[in-house]
């Protein structure tokens, strides 16, 4: 008869214990798989036939773990030896609570690895699981809403007209749309260059990733690099210890609109220029360089070239900016659109605020064709929102808009008009012509200080002075 085991000595408690625990394992778990050091199965339970879709052991014995668990871990842990203690795995759309552990020979030399599925069996792993869940579903979420915070919104189709200037540029568009080409978008403020730019993203191969739009006049000289490239955590003093994404890491993938891209600082378009010819970023505090892929649009409404020759703006980074260069044609040059254009503005300010049955006349029309529009659309929609909140009918005259244009279309071309009364001194007239030219450049820019002192030719300096002294606005201007 065989001799009963000595159930104090350690080596024999030592294997008990390891059969007792494979056995609970195997009989709480939902399914247990074992490789080899090469990753070969060389052990799959009953249980866990039905959920790898298997049925007999057989089919499974010798085979590679992916083949039966495709982006299986358990390789990894036969090759490291470390073990994976808790993990969620997704299979056959289920997720699992799963444990692997290596297998290890009497001299600890690692020779395969086992892995269990828990599922079901550990109550108190559920709560986990539906942590888990929600934490999937929020940040799906999240995705989501960043996705639409940086989505375009405009398509070609809201690029109204007709008459010859607005058609090529919508072929030119419709051409840029097609590659990944770099675009220059030019012409005066005002004229829509944004709109054509969301317009091109949206009929591209990038429409489903992020549009960026960034106006490099609005950013502070001194944060301009980091706002573009990015920083490494601790880059300097102050930076945050995570570290942040710059505008081209967020368009990867998809499109970086610059706007106002004459006013980038010399020192900063050397690595802009880089970036378009080697499609890589170094963020600000770091040595590592990693690549991107973003489709840049720029657009100005200055005379490129002519920073060039003056030495504010490289040759070369023009020469690369404007691969497919568009000109967006001033409203006053395609007046006959105006009908068009106004339907479309009216119709884009009633879906945002209370005015139903809105329009305009004939008489209307004739007045808005009768100002010049340094502003361009965005002074068109400007009035004509002004004039819809002050109409008690919605039905837009040439009356409407007497009072709200600038100078009064209405009053058109005509003798001067003879003095009466007492004179005003020169020095009151002067000053109120000056307060109303700064008014008339606010209106027409849409209330952008830098537009506004842009179009008077006088820096954005001397325009906050000016608008101290008018009592238009308070404080000095930003340094």
């Given at each position: 008869?065989?001799?009963?085991?000595?159930?104090?000595?350690?080596?024999?408690v030592?294997a008990?214990?390891?059969?007792t625990?494979?056995?609970?394992?195997?009989?709480?778990?939902?399914?247990?798989?074992?490789?080899d050091?090469g990753?070969?199965?060389?052990?799959v339970?009953?249980?866990?036939?039905?959920?790898?879709?298997?049925?007999?052991?057989?089919?499974a014995?010798g085979?590679?773990?992916?083949e039966i668990?495709?982006n299986?871990?358990?390789?990894?842990v036969?090759?490291?030896?470390?073990p994976?203690?808790?993990d969620?795995?997704?299979?056959?759309?289920?997720?699992?609570?799963?444990?692997?552990m290596?297998?290890?020979?009497e001299?600890?030399?690692v020779?395969?690895?086992?892995?269990f599925?828990?599922?079901?069996?550990?109550e108190?792993?559920?709560?986990?699981?539906?942590r888990?869940t929600?934490?999937?579903?929020?940040?799906?979420l999240?995705?989501?809403?960043?996705s639409?915070?940086?989505?375009?919104?405009?398509t070609?189709a809201?690029?109204?007209?007709?008459t010859?200037?607005?058609a090529?540029?919508?072929?030119?568009?419709?051409?840029?749309?097609?590659?990944s080409v770099?675009?220059?978008?030019?012409?005066?403020?005002?004229?829509?260059?944004?709109?054509?730019?969301?317009?091109?993203h949206?009929?591209?191969?990038?429409?489903?990733?992020p549009?960026?739009?960034?106006?490099?006049?609005?950013?502070?000289?001194t944060?301009?690099e980091?706002e573009?490239f990015?920083?490494?955590?601790?880059?300097?003093?102050?930076a945050?210890?995570?570290?942040?994404?710059g505008?081209?890491?967020?368009?990867d993938?998809?499109?970086?609109?610059l706007?106002e891209?004459?006013?980038?600082?010399?020192?900063?378009?050397a690595?802009?220029l880089?970036?378009?010819?080697?499609?890589e970023?170094?963020?600000?505090?770091s040595?590592?360089?990693?690549?991107?892929?973003?489709?840049?649009?720029?657009?100005?409404?200055?005379?490129?070239?002519?920073?060039?020759?003056?030495?504010?703006?490289?040759a070369?980074?023009?020469?690369?900016?404007n691969?497919l260069?568009?000109?967006?044609?001033p409203?006053?040059?395609?007046?006959?659109?105006?009908?068009?254009?106004?339907?479309?503005?009216?119709e884009?300010?009633?879906?945002s605020?209370?005015?139903?049955?809105a329009?305009?006349t004939?008489s209307g029309?004739?007045?808005?064709?009768r100002?010049?529009?340094p502003?361009n659309?965005?002074?068109?929609?400007?009035?004509?929102?002004?004039?819809?909140?002050?109409?008690?009918s919605?039905?837009?005259?040439g009356?409407?808009?007497?009072?709200?244009?600038?100078v009064?279309?209405?009053a058109?071309?005509g003798p001067?008009?003879?003095?009466?009364?007492?004179?005003v001194?020169y020095?009151?007239?002067?000053?109120?012509?000056?307060?109303?030219?700064l008014?008339?450049?606010l209106?027409?820019?849409?209330?952008?200080i830098s537009e506004?002192?842009?179009?008077?030719?006088?820096?954005?300096?001397?325009?906050y002075?000016?608008?101290?002294?008018?009592g238009?606005?308070?404080g000095?201007?930003?340094?």
């Amino acid at each position: 008869m065989p001799s009963s085991p000595d159930v104090s000595d350690p080596a024999y408690v030592r294997a008990r214990a390891m059969v007792t625990l494979f056995e609970r394992l195997e009989h709480l778990c939902e399914g247990a798989i074992a490789i080899d050091r090469g990753g070969r199965v060389i052990y799959v339970n009953e249980k866990y036939l039905a959920s790898l879709g298997l049925k007999q052991t057989t089919e499974a014995i010798g085979r590679p773990i992916e083949e039966i668990i495709p982006n299986s871990l358990m390789r990894n842990v036969a090759e490291s030896g470390e073990p994976i203690l808790l993990d969620i795995m997704e299979l056959g759309g289920e997720q699992l609570v799963v444990t692997r552990m290596p297998i290890e020979d009497e001299d600890r030399n690692v020779i395969g690895a086992i892995g269990f599925v828990l599922y079901d069996h550990l109550e108190s792993l559920k709560p986990l699981l539906a942590r888990v869940t929600q934490l999937e579903s929020d940040l799906r979420l999240a995705r989501r809403q960043l996705s639409n915070a940086r989505a375009a919104r405009f398509t070609l189709a809201d690029f109204v007209g007709t008459t010859a200037a607005i058609a090529q540029a919508k072929e030119f568009a419709k051409r840029a749309a097609r590659q990944s080409v770099t675009v220059l978008l030019t012409g005066e403020t005002g004229t829509g260059k944004e709109l054509l730019a969301q317009a091109i993203h949206n009929a591209s191969s990038r429409a489903e990733k992020p549009f960026v739009s960034v106006n490099v006049a609005a950013i502070p000289e001194t944060l301009i690099e980091s706002e573009f490239f990015g920083t490494a955590p601790g880059a300097y003093t102050g930076a945050d210890r995570r570290g942040r994404e710059g505008k081209f890491r967020i368009a990867d993938g998809g499109t970086l609109f610059l706007d106002e891209i004459g006013e980038m600082p010399l020192q900063l378009q050397a690595k802009l220029l880089r970036v378009l010819q080697e499609r890589e970023i170094e963020p600000l505090g770091s040595d590592k360089i990693s690549k991107v892929d973003v489709r840049v649009i720029a657009a100005t409404n200055v005379d490129l070239r002519k920073r060039v020759s003056d030495g504010a703006f490289r040759a070369d980074l023009y020469y690369r900016l404007n691969v497919l260069s568009i000109d967006l044609p001033p409203l006053r040059k395609c007046l006959d659109d105006l009908p068009d254009i106004c339907a479309r503005l009216i119709e884009d300010i009633s879906a945002s605020g209370d005015f139903l049955n809105a329009r305009i006349t004939p008489s209307g029309l004739s007045a808005l064709a009768r100002y010049d529009w340094p502003g361009n659309v965005r002074e068109l929609r400007n009035i004509l929102e002004r004039a819809l909140i002050l109409s008690d009918s919605g039905r837009l005259t040439g009356d409407d808009f007497v009072h709200i244009l600038p100078v009064s279309a209405e009053a058109g071309p005509g003798p001067a008009p003879q003095m009466t009364g007492s004179v005003v001194p020169y020095a009151e007239a002067e000053a109120e012509f000056e307060k109303q030219t700064l008014e008339h450049a606010l209106a027409a820019s849409n209330g952008q200080i830098s537009e506004a002192a842009r179009m008077l030719r006088i820096s954005r300096a001397t325009f906050y002075k000016k608008l101290a002294k008018f009592g238009l606005a308070s404080g000095s201007p930003p340094v």
